[in-house]
């Protein structure tokens, strides 16, 4: 009030009195609320951007975790008074057999369901059992670990989070891929896939209920939905997609591609058999030119002759990369061979700007061509930490100050880091528990599907609260 009537105030008046107290109104019903309005929008403005920054941080490495290849998975959706489903799903996804077990509240039928999931794991050769971390988690978890070393039986488990299993199998999407399964049964489908391919399986659900963020229904939808769908085309990008074996849900997130023309992919491979070339994309209907020319550097056909369709060299580049080969003494079949594992460091022996400048592209082309060609079909989440396998396990009376622990990272938020240790409920190591020097956000340290050593500081059984330091724990 005082600047204003610096401002506006000319003389000590009755004049000045009236001008004054119009100047007290103003900013009492109409200045003072703008401010407050104006401030308020801008600082939830800010904070928006800052939670959908961590969540889509999170979404991109829970998405790029490492899939558990060539492994037959036993998937298991603990409930009590629904019973456990169960659903053994094959190396490729498919699904080979399902079954119902009551081992919980009010059933209790214990001795009928080890007999049971021995007869399944024996059955079909399973060697992981996916186990989703909702409601009986802790009952299963122990069931299952009583029958591996009851059986002998080489076999593992791991707890998975089944945030957005009942969404996805509820969905239209489950419906059309799993008609003949009940809505339960898909979710231990989902439980199983979602530990042998994450993004894979977590491409089918909407982002906003996979639960790795914060704040999420506050968040304006549009800029939230726009985030986290730009985060998974990334990564289904970063990682390409094999056309003969993906989803149409999986190949609709591919850059050029839409639902429409990936429905039509997988019908054409179901009319016609597997693709044995990139170029018979361009068969499939509706897929023009653009979209070809867009989205199949990230499609991936193992089956072709050439190996250059299972790399992510993209075919305008072909020539290019056999001038480089041309170049540096090798073939394609050393491409096929995986001998060309020294093929980066011999173009920076050559000179990059040189061997550019000869094929005719950029530096940055020459790079990826090069690293292409080193692993052929290399899936990028290989050099990321894998999923902790148990067989045994942790009650969280076992727990104890000081005890150090192996954790998988579950969430990071603002202001710490959820740590799944083995226990049913997630350990939090506070940001001043994360390392020993200051940091703005834990993200700075850790990421979700990191793999972490931890201590015990606290545990509170009644709150079911463990808190947990990373900085305490002994360096890995």
């Given amino acids: 009030l005082e600047a204003i009537r ?3 105030v000319m003389a000590n008046n009755a004049c000045g009195r009236v001008v004054m107290e119009a100047a007290a109104d103003s900013w009492k019903r109409l200045i003072a609320p703008s401010m407050e309005n104006e ?41 009590f008074r629904t019973g456990c489903k169960l659903a053994v ?25 080890k007999r049971k999931v ?40 791991a707890i998975v989070s089944e945030a957005g299993a009942s969404v996805y199998s509820a969905s239209k999407l489950a419906s059309e891929e799993f008609p003949e399964y009940d809505v339960n049964l898909r979710s231990a489908v989902s439980i199983a896939r979602r530990l042998q391919d994450p993004l894979a399986e977590l491409v ?56 429409a023309t990936a429905k039509n992919i997988v019908k054409y491979r179901e009319e016609n058999g597997a693709f044995t070339g990139r170029r018979q994309l361009l068969k499939v209907p509706k897929l023009g030119p653009k979209a070809f020319q867009q989205s199949v550097g990230f499609l991936r056909v ?86 902790i396998l148990r067989t045994d396990v942790l009650e969280i009376k076992d727990l104890a100050p000081g005890m150090v622990l192996t954790g998988t990272v ?30 703005r956000h834990p993200s700075e340290i850790v990421s979700v599907g990191d793999v972490v050593k931890v201590t015990v500081l606290e545990v509170d059984e009644k709150k079911r609260r463990i808190s947990l330091s990373m900085k305490q724990a002994p360096k890995q």
Avoid at 215 to 224: A, G, I, N, S, V
Avoid at 342 to 356: D, I, Q, R, S, T
Avoid at 360 to 385: C, M, Q, Y
Avoid at 411 to 423: A, L
Wanted: with cysteine.
């Fill in 6 to 8: 610096r401002k506006t």
């Fill in 39 to 79: 401030t308020f929008r801008e600082l939830f403005e800010n904070a928006s951007e800052q939670a959908i920054r961590v969540f889509a941080e999170n979404l991109h490495h829970l998405l790029m975790q490492p899939p558990i290849a060539g492994r037959t998975v036993l998937g298991w959706d603990p409930a």
């Fill in 89 to 113: 799903v094959d190396a490729t996804g498919r699904v080979l057999d399902t079954a119902v077990v009551y081992p919980t509240q009010p059933f209790n039928k214990i001795a009928e369901t």
């Fill in 118 to 157: 021995t007869d399944l794991l024996k059955k079909h050769k399973v060697t992981v059992i996916s186990i989703g971390n909702g409601t009986a988690s802790r009952e299963s978890e122990k069931i299952v670990a009583e029958l591996i070393a009851e059986s002998g039986l080489p076999v593992q488990y």
């Fill in 204 to 259: 089918k659900i909407d982002p906003k209920a996979i639960g790795v963020g914060q704040y999420q229904h506050d968040m304006p939808p549009k800029r939230l939905d726009e985030a986290l769908n730009g985060v998974v085309e990334d990564c289904v990008n970063a990682v390409g997609v094999d056309v003969n074996t993906a989803s149409a849900s999986l190949l609709g997130r591919v850059s050029g591609l839409n639902a």
């Fill in 302 to 387: 193992p089956e072709s002759k050439s190996v250059l369709d299972n790399t992510g060299v993209h075919p305008e580049s072909y020539a290019a990369a056999q001038g480089l080969l041309d170049l540096c003494g090798y073939t394609l079949a050393d491409v096929s061979a995986g001998r060309l594992v020294a093929l980066p460091e011999k173009v920076k022996a050559l000179g990059e700007e040189n061997v550019a400048c000869q094929l005719d592209i950029g530096v940055p082309t020459l790079r990826d061509v090069a690293a292409e060609l080193a692993k052929p079909g290399r899936d990028v989440r290989d050099d990321l930490p894998a999923p």
């Fill in 410 to 439: 579950r969430n990071v938020v603002d202001f710490g880091v959820f740590v799944d240790i083995g226990v049913h409920q997630d350990g939090l190591v506070h940001i001043s528990q994360v390392c020993n020097r200051f940091i």
